[in-house]
């Protein structure tokens, strides 16, 4: 269910953020953030928004499939509170690995080769697999629950689904990176913009 519940929220974060996180430094390269930023809209929500990936869609829907054949074979039913729990829990999962990835592609108003370290924290996404319970005390599961939150992402909203959630701790720390996370990400990108000058000056 970890493994089903981990490749939805990727695959949702895929479909909607992927594409543009790592398009931004061309955006930057080629001067095309110019026009951009002279719309009357929100820049952030535009850069973030551009392109949907139908296929991250699909993906999920397998996803999604690995988690009812898992919960078949624990002979689990979740409750529709549950379901609305894990949900609102994902949700929260993919803002974190948005705003972690869009902080991280900010970095392209400095290095216009800032999509392999996009990449790179993509390919973090594996950790996200991982069972929190397997790890002692230690700077590993520290760094991956407090600096970058991937032990959070996917494990919180399982043990809703699963009602296997011990304390509503857990619950408030995932919500507290979302909103840590995402205030961060949104002081980068304001600093970035600050200090872009156009491609075209």
Not at 40 to 68: C, E, W
Not at 157 to 185: D, E, G, I, Q, Y
């Amino acid at each position: 269910m970890l493994i089903g519940a981990s490749a939805f929220i990727q695959q949702i974060f895929q479909a909607f953020f992927l594409v543009n996180c790592t398009n931004l430094s061309e955006l930057v390269r080629s001067g095309k953030l110019d026009f951009l930023l002279l719309l009357p809209v929100n820049t952030r929500f535009v850069v973030s928004l551009r392109q949907v990936d139908l296929g991250g869609f699909v993906n999920a829907g397998f996803a999604v499939a690995v988690m009812a054949f898992a919960a078949h074979q624990m002979h689990l039913v979740p409750s529709f509170v549950a379901v609305l729990g894990f949900l609102a829990l994902c949700l929260a999962g993919i803002v974190i690995h948005y705003s972690l990835m869009f902080l991280l592609a900010s970095i392209s108003f400095w290095s216009v080769r800032a999509q392999g370290i996009v990449w790179g924290y993509y390919n973090l996404f594996q950790i996200a697999r991982m069972p929190d319970a397997a790890f002692e005390r230690g700077l590993f599961k520290a760094v991956f629950t407090f600096a970058i939150p991937m032990l959070l992402v996917s494990n919180v909203p399982v043990r809703v689904l699963a009602n296997k959630l011990n304390s509503p701790s857990w619950v408030v720390l995932l919500l507290a990176m979302t909103l840590v996370c995402f205030t961060v990400s949104e002081l980068g990108w304001r600093a970035s913009v600050r200090r872009y000058t156009s491609a075209s000056s």
